[in-house]
């Protein structure tokens, strides 16, 4: 299969313009794939097929247990074609097959989380008075718009998705042009499994046509993003013209603090999850401040960093970028880094579309390498003379979506996880994720946040009710 279809009101469709435009992998040049050029037009018969669905009640009015149903059914398709899925996202993303083979089930048991979640939300009661009682009752926050960005567009979007059809809203999601195509199969997915037609739309096509389109279209009650900052940005601004609710999942530069009594073994397992897919992650720890002189520690990460190997392969440890744009992007950043006196421990820029994982040191604090997002595998090494330095290094910039630190003292590590300005911080460990537990960002890295129960109320508005029982008797 080459081409995929835009997906309204439970119909597979070109785009209005009759456009297409085609993907191919960043490594080999071969064909993944050929997508509808959707527009505005699209956009807007998304929004009100997904306005339509969602004032009829076809899904609104569910129960809880008939909305777990249709999501404990496509987590069960989910792994059941796991390979596909799996087939799908390295073609499309670059990433080598090898390192995801985690995807479909991991999927699925978010899916299978928010199902459960689906049963469960459930409002507060309280009397207000001896003759009120006041109750809040959670109800769904409407049509979403869920726009998510190419490094891992399954996992991203599902994040999303499973939450907002937990909620009972209704979607249109828009998926990053370079990868539409677990988005698309997903949709496939949802509609085979139950989901009635109109509830998750799908429109392809650009962000600044499609994307500019969903987030200003009046019928819109909610838009989940996930991308870079200055985008993020962007969505707000628009959004805010009619009130149009946001959460935004951006950004990071994230901190490794590794202080004298950790264990090599750990603080090296959590620096090399700076080089997954090729550093193109969001939350990956892409600064390693090391406390004392942390020769032990940078030794061993450099011997295990220069063993990585690179290439487009299935067995692969780090694949290409994800184009030619984004591959001279952090390219042009590496070599800026290396004129400004930067050292190079280990790696460097290879041509397009690679880049060896890279470890840098002797970079002074101000530079950009330092303070802005690479997403590529590059780590840049801080210098700290205690913790309360490494703390002030790690909190300094303007990001704030995850951090770690890793350390043989507990309290030590405890103290440092309450005065972190990040969303997540990880002890003696990297890049865990629960459907359990929230994911978000402090500061540029975002607003609101995804999995856990945190994750469904950002698709609910609470609805206060309010009854004086005693006056319909007297
Ligand atoms: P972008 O912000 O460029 O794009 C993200 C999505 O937004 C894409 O679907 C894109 O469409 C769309 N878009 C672009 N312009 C607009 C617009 N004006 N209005 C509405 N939508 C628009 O990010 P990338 O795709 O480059 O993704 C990488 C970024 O995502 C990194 O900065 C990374 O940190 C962040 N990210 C954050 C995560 C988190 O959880 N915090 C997780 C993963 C990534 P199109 O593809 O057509 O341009």
């Given at each position: 299969?080459?081409?995929?279809?835009i997906i309204?009101?439970?119909?597979?469709?070109?785009?209005?313009?009759?456009?297409?435009?085609?993907?191919?992998?960043?490594?080999?040049?071969?064909?993944?794939?050929?997508?509808?050029?959707?527009?505005?037009?699209?956009?807007?018969?998304?929004?009100?097929?997904?306005?339509?669905?969602?004032?009829?009640?076809?899904?609104?009015?569910?129960?809880?247990?008939?909305?777990?149903?249709?999501?404990?059914?496509?987590?069960?398709?989910?792994?059941?074609?796991?390979?596909?899925?799996?087939?799908?996202?390295?073609?499309?993303?670059?990433?080598p097959?090898?390192?995801?083979?985690?995807?479909?089930?991991?999927?699925?048991?978010?899916?299978?989380?928010?199902?459960?979640?689906?049963?469960?939300?459930?409002?507060?009661?309280?009397?207000?008075?001896?003759?009120?009682?006041?109750?809040?009752?959670?109800?769904?926050?409407?049509?979403?718009?869920?726009?998510?960005?190419?490094?891992?567009?399954?996992?991203?979007?599902?994040?999303?998705?499973?939450?907002?059809?937990?909620?009972?809203?209704?979607?249109?999601?828009?998926?990053?042009?370079?990868?539409?195509?677990?988005?698309?199969?997903?949709?496939?997915?949802?509609?085979?499994?139950?989901?009635?037609?109109?509830?998750?739309?799908?429109?392809?096509?650009?962000?600044?046509?499609?994307?500019?389109?969903?987030?200003?279209?009046?019928?819109?009650?909610?838009?989940?993003?996930?991308?870079?900052t200055?985008?993020?940005?962007?969505?707000?601004?628009?959004a805010?013209?009619?009130?149009?609710?946001?959460?935004?999942?951006?950004?990071?530069?994230?901190?490794?603090?590794?202080?004298?009594?950790?264990?090599?073994?750990?603080?090296?397992?959590a620096?090399?999850e700076?080089?997954?897919?090729?550093?193109?992650?969001?939350?990956?720890?892409?600064?390693?401040?090391?406390?004392?002189?942390?020769?032990?520690?940078l030794?061993?990460?450099?011997?295990?960093?220069?063993?990585?190997?690179?290439?487009?392969?299935?067995?692969?440890?780090?694949?290409?970028?994800?184009?030619?744009?984004?591959?001279?992007?952090v390219?042009?950043?590496?070599?800026?880094?290396?004129?400004?006196?930067?050292?190079?421990?280990?790696?460097?820029?290879?041509?397009?579309?690679?880049?060896?994982?890279?470890?840098?040191?002797?970079?002074?604090?101000?530079r950009?390498?330092?303070?802005?997002?690479?997403?590529?595998?590059?780590?840049?090494?801080?210098?700290?003379?205690?913790l309360?330095?490494?703390?002030?290094?790690?909190?300094?910039?303007?990001?704030?979506?995850a951090?770690?630190?890793?350390?043989?003292?507990?309290?030590?590590?405890?103290?440092?996880?309450?005065?972190?300005?990040?969303g997540?911080?990880?002890?003696?460990?990297?890049?865990?994720?629960?459907?359990?537990?929230?994911?978000?960002?402090?500061?540029?890295?975002?607003?609101?946040?995804?999995?856990?129960?945190?994750?469904?109320?950002?698709?609910?508005?609470?609805?206060?009710?309010?009854?004086?029982?005693?006056r319909?008797?007297?």
């Amino acid at each position: 299969m080459t081409s995929w279809p835009i997906i309204i009101d439970g119909v597979e469709v070109g785009a209005a313009s009759g456009g297409v435009y085609e993907r191919r992998h960043p490594a080999t040049g071969e064909l993944v794939g050929v997508f509808p050029d959707g527009g505005a037009e699209d956009a807007r018969r998304a929004v009100q097929a997904a306005r339509r669905a969602f004032d009829d009640g076809r899904w609104r009015d569910t129960t809880g247990a008939e909305r777990a149903g249709v999501l404990h059914r496509l987590a069960d398709r989910l792994r059941d074609r796991g390979d596909a899925y799996r087939t799908w996202e390295s073609r499309q993303v670059g990433i080598p097959a090898g390192q995801i083979g985690w995807l479909a089930s991991y999927c699925a048991d978010v899916v299978d989380f928010f199902a459960g979640a689906a049963r469960t939300h459930a409002g507060r009661s309280l009397w207000t008075s001896p003759s009120t009682l006041g109750f809040t009752v959670p109800e769904p926050v409407g049509v979403v718009v869920a726009i998510t960005p190419w490094n891992f567009p399954l996992v991203l979007t599902i994040w999303k998705v499973a939450a907002a059809l937990a909620a009972g809203c209704t979607l249109v999601v828009k998926p990053a042009s370079q990868t539409p195509i677990t988005v698309i199969e997903l949709a496939r997915d949802l509609l085979d499994c139950g989901l009635p037609p109109g509830v998750c739309n799908v429109v392809t096509g650009s962000g600044a046509v499609v994307g500019e389109a969903l987030v200003t279209d009046p019928d819109v009650d909610k838009v989940a993003f996930t991308g870079s900052t200055a985008t993020g940005a962007r969505v707000m601004a628009a959004a805010a013209r009619s009130i149009t609710r946001v959460s935004l999942e951006l950004g990071g530069k994230s901190p490794l603090i590794v202080l004298p009594d950790a264990s090599p073994t750990v603080a090296v397992d959590a620096a090399l999850e700076c080089f997954v897919n090729a550093g193109q992650q969001c939350n990956v720890p892409s600064r390693l401040i090391l406390v004392g002189d942390g020769h032990d520690v940078l030794d061993a990460l450099v011997g295990r960093v220069g063993r990585l190997r690179v290439g487009a392969d299935d067995d692969a440890d780090v694949g290409p970028l994800v184009d030619e744009g984004h591959h001279g992007r952090v390219v042009g950043l590496l070599r800026e880094a290396i004129d400004e006196g930067a050292r190079v421990l280990v790696g460097g820029p290879k041509p397009a579309p690679f880049v060896a994982p890279t470890v840098l040191d002797g970079v002074d604090e101000d530079r950009r390498i330092v303070r802005e997002e690479v997403f590529g595998p590059v780590l840049v090494v801080q210098r700290a003379k205690d913790l309360d330095h490494a703390i002030e290094l790690a909190n300094a910039g303007d990001y704030g979506l995850a951090a770690g630190i890793a350390t043989g003292d507990l309290d030590a590590a405890l103290v440092a996880a309450r005065r972190l300005r990040a969303g997540t911080v990880w002890i003696n460990t990297w890049n865990r994720t629960y459907p359990e537990l929230p994911t978000g960002g402090f500061g540029a890295s975002g607003l609101g946040r995804e999995l856990g129960l945190e994750g469904l109320d950002a698709y609910l508005e609470p609805k206060t009710v309010q009854v004086e029982p005693a006056r319909r008797a007297s």
